[in-house]
Nanobody, 118 residues
Framework: QVQLVESGGGLVQAGGSLRLSCAASGSIFSISAMGWYRQAPGKQLELVATITSDGSRNYAGSVKGRFTISRDNTKNTVYLQMNSLKPEDTAVYFC????????????WGQGTQVTVSS
């Protein structure tokens, strides 16, 4: 079982940047595809970025070109660099292992709040 702890969120003005981190416990981290999800108030959970165990990346169209996902298997950590933030990026951000069709696997962490002011 992988336990997840997200951090790095905060309040930022539109156009600003934040870097989120997700520290994972468990021996299967290095062989797992990982993803960042977000949930805005009143909206469904959205998968914004994924990275496979060998470093292949995919992004939702809404964040492509602005967000970068990366991982450090030596630290069991996955990151999300968010640039050119927009008010519509405001959400609670979570990381998780990613399964088929982008579905999350395992338990959720507490998430980290990102608020972008206009």
């Amino acid at each position: 079982q992988v336990q997840l702890v997200e951090s790095g969120g905060g309040l930022v003005q539109a156009g600003g940047s934040l870097r989120l981190s997700c520290a994972a416990s468990g021996s299967i981290f290095s062989i797992s595809a990982m993803g960042w999800y977000r949930q805005a108030p009143g909206k469904q959970l959205e998968l914004v970025a994924t990275i496979t165990s060998d470093g292949s990346r995919n992004y939702a169209g809404s964040v492509k070109g602005r967000f970068t996902i990366s991982r450090d298997n030596t630290k069991n950590t996955v990151y999300l660099q968010m640039n050119s933030l927009k008010p519509e990026d405001t959400a609670v951000y979570f990381c998780n292992r990613v399964g088929g069709l982008g579905l999350p696997l395992g338990s959720w962490g507490q998430g980290t709040q990102v608020t972008v002011s206009s």
